[in-house]
């Protein structure tokens, strides 16, 4: 099939792509003291110049005690570490490329032993799973301050020049946290029985973000059902419930929903519209209005698991892709562990070299190249 529609150009609000390909925000760890630098101005650079239309940073932790849970997680904050992601988007732009970072708190997920009593980790409940406590329960003073780094750090990131900025709401990190009735029991205004009730923090932040960046700048929110936690965890097991967990936060200013899935092929409903039905980002669009980015094993053979045993670039399922691209399903189409093994992977489908399409190799985690 022709991959026309692939390579179809993108606009909103600000935001102009020259395809629909999204470089996959992927956890890299390599940020000496949180800084990144020229290694990570090249790395992006050359997926720029792979032709990826807009590469989403690996997630990037806010201004907070305990924000990230592992050494090498890049800050968003900091004369040093700003100066670094002035770098980056310096090196995209100049080859031609669409950045936008990925702003990231990561809740209770450190390991128990990892962190110590001068910063311990913070979640809705002070849970990291169900019945699982880890860390400290949020006051309502943290989450005030909370939502103040998130807003602090997307407009860092207008100012240093990024394309549009995404907050990393999914996948059981303490956007997520609130989500799910098995991280937050809370009993306050921030808790609830249902997922729109949960959904306030989520809101709050957004509507900061807005505020910090003003009306033109285009924001993006992922979201999913699973979680690193559980991997069937479902959220919303019906379209009303996806509806209330997921139109509030695009009136309070999400123009983008990332939606994460493991395999973007799969049905969200395949009780209600059978086996070829819309997948999460098709029904998100369908519910919220929004524009939506799917994602989840593009460019791998089986499901995400399978690409750390060296699974190779799945071009057949490309005809999946583009179908759901021509009707609309959704808008965009992220692509994630293959990019960090083949950088010029978006080119070699737009010129139809897929025997030239390398397959993600786990060895390749430890080095920016």
């Known amino acids: 099939m022709s991959s026309d529609i692939l390579f179809s150009p993108f606009t909103l609000k600000s935001l102009v792509l020259p395809n629909r390909i999204v470089m996959a925000p992927m956890t890299r760890g390599l940020a000496p003291e949180g800084i990144p630098g020229a290694l990570h101005a090249e790395y992006y650079r050359r997926r720029a110049e792979g032709g990826v239309g807009l590469i989403l940073t690996e997630g990037t932790v806010i201004d907070r005690p305990a924000s990230r849970n592992m050494p090498g997680i890049p800050f968003f904050h900091g004369d040093a570490a700003l100066a670094g992601w002035s770098g980056v988007v310096d090196a995209v732009h100049a080859a031609g490329g669409r950045i936008a970072p990925q702003i990231w708190h990561t809740g209770s997920t450190r390991a128990r ?79 609830g029985a249902t997922i729109g009730e949960r959904s306030r923090f989520a809101a709050e932040a957004v509507k900061a973000v807005r505020a910090a960046v003003g009306p033109d700048f285009p924001l993006i929110l992922r979201v999913s059902q699973w979680k690193q936690q559980d991997y069937a965890a479902r959220l919303a097991t019906s379209p009303q419930q996806m509806t209330e967990w997921l139109a509030p936060l695009v009136e309070a200013g999400v123009d983008i929903l990332h939606c994460s899935q493991r395999r973007f092929w799969e049905p969200e409903f395949a009780e209600i519209d059978g086996a070829d039905g819309l997948n999460f980002a098709g029904w998100a669009k369908k519910l919220t209005g929004a524009a939506t980015i799917s994602v989840g094993s593009v460019g791998l053979d089986g499901d995400f698991f399978g690409a750390f045993g060296g699974q190779g670039s799945g071009a057949a399922a490309l005809d999946n892709l583009h179908q759901r691209l021509e009707r609309e399903e959704f808008d965009l189409i992220a692509v994630g562990r293959v990019l960090i093994s083949d950088a010029d992977w978006a080119n070699k489908v737009r010129t139809g070299q897929t025997d030239a399409l390398q397959g993600f190799k786990a060895a390749d985690l430890a080095t920016l190249a």
């Open 113 to 191: 032993g990892e962190w110590t009593p001068e910063a311990p980790v913070e979640s809705p409940s002070g849970l990291v799973g169900p019945e699982d406590p880890r860390g400290n329960t949020m006051t309502l003073e943290d989450i005030a301050d909370t939502v103040a780094a998130f807003a602090r750090a997307a407009a860092d990131a207008k100012r240093l020049g990024f394309d549009t900025v995404e907050l990393h709401g999914a996948h059981g990190y303490l956007i997520d946290q609130f989500f799910w009735p098995g991280t937050n029991t809370r009993t306050d205004a921030f808790g």
